[in-house]
């Protein structure tokens, strides 16, 4: 069993900047495709960012291109979500997610993703 981590969310003023980190346990996570999700209250859970096994791919929603970047430190068992010039729209509960090796080496889909965590809440204000 993998346990995922979430940490770094807090509250930020419009324009400010946040950096969330995720831990896995597990000897092979640098194996693992990581992505990070959202939830708004009242709204689904939507595709944040993903990074391949090897943090040469990485994949974006649009409403986050140019101000978010993902990485991973695969010494540290470790990804991160590097968000910029925040607007109140990017108020959410981020979960961090790991799949296991499969076909694709990336996925915007949450349905393929294997272990999650609880959350970190970020909330932007106005």
């Known amino acids: 069993q993998v346990k995922v981590v979430e940490s770094g969310g807090g509250l930020v003023q419009a324009g400010g900047s946040l950096r969330l980190s995720c831990e896995a346990s597990g000897r092979t996570f640098s194996s693992y495709t990581m992505g990070w999700f959202r939830q708004a209250p009242g709204k689904e859970r939507e595709f944040v960012a993903a990074i391949s096994w090897g943090g040469g791919t990485q994949e974006y929603a649009d409403s986050v291109k140019g101000r978010f970047t993902i990485s991973r430190d695969n010494a540290k068992n470790t990804i991160y979500l590097q968000m910029n010039t925040l607007k109140p729209e990017d108020t959410a509960v981020y979960h961090c997610?790991?799949?296991?090796?499969?076909?694709?080496?990336?996925?915007?889909?949450?349905?393929?993703?294997?272990?999650w965590g609880q959350g970190t809440a970020v909330t932007v204000s106005s």
């Open positions: 997610a790991a799949a296991e090796p499969g076909i694709q080496s990336i996925s915007v889909v949450a349905s393929e993703y294997d272990y």
